[in-house]
């Protein structure tokens, strides 16, 4: 009877409120949360047929993960894998060494 309530892939339905994007790779259902009265999380929203008049494209910065087209502008500023600036203390290659012997100081400090 158990056997019954089983997908063919051998696993139960996705839990409840969980994604119900089964990944073949790891032969499970992927357990993101979903939103409310959604099927599917973000990343697999556009596995569903539901949602068709959004597209989902890879993120420029880190092609990980996807972001909705129409709102790639706002996801550039707070995407954590974007360039952070800088802090004003900061100076490239300060503890590398000399590039070149010939420029050792008369006087090390």
């Given at each position: 009877m158990a056997a019954s309530a089983l997908t063919p892939h051998?696993?139960?339905?996705?839990?409840?409120?969980?994604?119900?994007?089964?990944?073949?790779?790891?032969?499970?259902?992927?357990?993101?949360?979903?939103a409310a009265g959604k099927r599917f999380c973000g990343e697999h929203a556009g596995a569903s047929e539901e949602e068709n008049a959004r597209k989902r494209i890879l993120c420029p910065l880190d092609p990980k993960h996807t972001v909705y087209e129409d709102?790639?502008?706002?996801?550039?500023?707070?995407?954590?894998?974007?360039?952070?600036?800088?802090?004003?203390?900061?100076?490239?290659?300060?503890?590398?060494?000399?590039?070149?012997e010939?420029?050792?100081?008369?006087?090390?400090?």
């Open positions: 051998g696993t139960a339905f996705p839990e409840e409120g969980r994604c119900g994007y089964f990944v073949e790779k790891k032969k499970r259902f992927c357990r993101m949360v979903v709102q790639l502008a706002k996801h550039l500023k707070k995407c954590n894998s974007r360039e952070k600036p800088k802090p004003d203390f900061f100076i490239q290659d300060i503890n590398a060494g000399l590039k070149d010939t420029e050792i100081p008369d006087q090390l400090v």
